[in-house]
């Protein structure tokens, strides 16, 4: 069964640092897609990035980072020079192809605070 | 223009009675799913329709009753309200029903049974 692991709840930064949301899933399936999606504290639901099964090229956006790898069935998700507007709860999820469940397997959340 | 809204944004209710929330979603996807966020934040699907058919139906009670009228509409119906139903509930669209479609969500409902 799909199942994804975010095993840090929260963790708490400091302006401008760096910080790293650690993801690691298990599926069975040979195609699958990743997804990070952001909670801010306003509530609504964010989609940040895709990756499918066959794609460990990581991948870079501004300041946010992902690095993929197959090897460790993680996916984490790193920020750079954090900010106070990047504090939210972020959720890694899972989807497979094969098992035609074609809806989000989520992880627990993490919990990113950033203080000025 | 929202993309996919929900209403209401907040319900509070008594224990035993019956209400519905709605989704609408203007991108024109044919994918509609609705997910529970419990207390501890924790997502899980319930729903999902394609082009009005019910295509997952996770192990919810049968209180939950999701409506599609069309494929730009995704409501939900609860009878019998429960302490435990609340939650904030999130409807969200997908272009189509692939495992690799993004999925974009409503801004929620927080539902609140007392």
């Known amino acids: 069964a799909q199942k994804v692991t975010q095993a840090q709840t929260e963790i708490s930064v400091v302006e401008k640092e760096d910080v790293t949301l650690d993801c690691v899933y298990e599926t069975r399936d040979t195609t699958y897609y990743l997804f990070w999606y952001k909670q801010p504290p306003s509530g609504e639901l964010v989609f940040l990035i895709r990756r499918n099964s066959f794609d460990e090229q990581n991948e870079i956006s501004g300041r946010y980072s992902w690095n993929f790898q197959k090897s460790t069935s993680s996916f984490n998700f790193t920020i750079t020079a954090s900010q106070v507007v990047d504090s939210a709860v972020y959720f890694c999820?899972?989807?497979?192809?094969?098992?035609?469940?074609?809806?989000?397997?989520f992880g627990s959340g993490t919990r990113l605070q950033v203080q000025p | 223009d929202t993309a996919v809204s929900q209403t209401p944004k907040y319900l509070v209710t008594q224990m035993g009675n019956d209400k519905s929330i709605k989704c609408e979603q203007n991108l024109g996807h044919d994918t509609m799913y609705w997910y529970k966020q419990d207390s501890k934040k924790f997502l899980k699907i319930m729903f999902s329709?394609?082009?009005?058919?019910?295509?997952i139906n996770e192990t919810v009670p049968n209180r939950f009753s999701p409506k599609s009228p069309d494929k730009a509409h995704l409501n939900l119906h609860i009878n019998s309200l429960e302490l435990g139903d609340s939650a904030v509930y999130f409807c969200?669209?997908?272009?189509?029903?692939?495992?690799?479609?993004?999925?974009?969500f409503g801004p929620g409902t927080r539902l609140t049974v007392l």
């Open positions: 969200a669209s997908s272009q189509r029903q692939g495992a690799r479609n993004e999925q974009f």
């Open positions: 329709y394609n082009n009005k058919e019910l295509i």
């Open positions: 999820a899972l989807s497979e192809e094969g098992t035609g469940r074609r809806a989000l397997t």
